[in-house]
């Protein structure tokens, strides 16, 4: 069964920055890509950033120079610098079990963790 376990998530002031971490019941590396979204409310879901299995990384607008993905082998992360209150919201690790190429499309992934609060204070 797979599992994907989000950590990390918080409250900071803005300016500040936090660490997300999904744990996974395997290896990062055996996913085509993974990847982060959030979900604010009253807003749809949005893709924060992917993770090829090559390496090669994808970002969304808002956070481009922000937010950084990584893995080790077993773990996701997302590295999070110079919050702002837009950046609230719960953040969602997922991951796509096929060799897509929309990696921005929620529908992309095929599974996908519970979540974590991050909020960011004025």
């Known amino acids: 069964q797979v599992q994907l376990v989000e950590s990390g998530g918080g409250l900071v002031q803005t300016g500040g920055s936090l660490t997300l971490s999904c744990a996974t019941s395997?290896?990062?590396?055996?996913?085509?890509?993974m990847g982060w979204f959030r979900h604010a409310l009253g807003k749809e879901r949005e893709f924060v950033a992917a993770?090829?299995?090559?390496?090669s990384t994808d970002y969304g607008d808002s956070v481009k120079g922000r937010f950084t993905i990584s893995r080790t082998s077993n773990t996701l992360y997302l590295q999070m610098n110079s919050l702002t209150p837009e950046d609230t919201a719960v953040y969602y690790c997922?991951?796509?079990?096929?060799?897509?190429?929309?990696?921005?499309?929620?529908?992309?992934?095929?599974?996908w963790g519970q979540g974590t609060q991050v909020t960011v204070s004025s």
């Open positions: 997922a991951a796509d079990a096929s060799y897509g190429s929309t990696w921005s499309a929620p529908g992309e992934y095929d599974y």
């Open positions: 395997g290896r990062t590396y055996s996913w085509p890509v």
């Open positions: 993770l090829g299995q090559r390496g």
